[in-house]
């Protein structure tokens, strides 16, 4: 079960990393009225959020992984000056957060694939 669910996500890794950005864009640039009251602190949605778009990223590795990464590393800088012109806050912290969530994301795929080669269920 577990095997299969890994594999799918190896082979369908564009597609899912496609969404979540997509998610993030959404979620990231919709004005607001007011700030939401959803549970847990702001910066750490802005970690699983960024984790989670770039484990795919880790876990497949593509040729040009380093620039993928780096344009993420961008894009969320600029929703982050975009944001205060649109009702919303943009905030160095929400950067750091989103940098480092793209750090523990990507290492988290080379852990998995690396996890799963080595037991030879992605190959």
Do not use: C
């Not at 190896?10 to 997509?22: A, C, D, P, R």
């Not at 910066?43 to 990464?69: C, D, E, M």
């Not at 344009?71 to 160095?92: A, D």
């Amino acid at each position: 079960m577990l095997k299969k669910f890994f594999f799918f996500f190896y082979e369908n890794w564009k597609i899912y990393t496609f969404l979540i950005f997509t998610l993030i864009t959404f979620l990231s640039l919709y004005p607001l009225k007011e700030q939401p009251s959803i549970p847990g602190s702001d910066k750490i949605h802005h970690l699983i959020a960024y984790s989670a778009l770039t484990i795919g990223v880790g876990l497949r590795r593509p040729k040009n992984y380093f620039l993928i990464i780096t344009f993420f590393s961008f894009y969320s800088g600029l929703i982050e000056i975009i944001q205060p012109h649109i009702n919303r806050f943009g905030e160095i912290e929400d950067f750091i957060f989103n940098n480092l969530g793209i750090f523990i994301g990507f290492t988290l795929g080379i852990i998995i694939n690396k996890m799963f080669n080595k037991n030879k269920l992605l190959n």
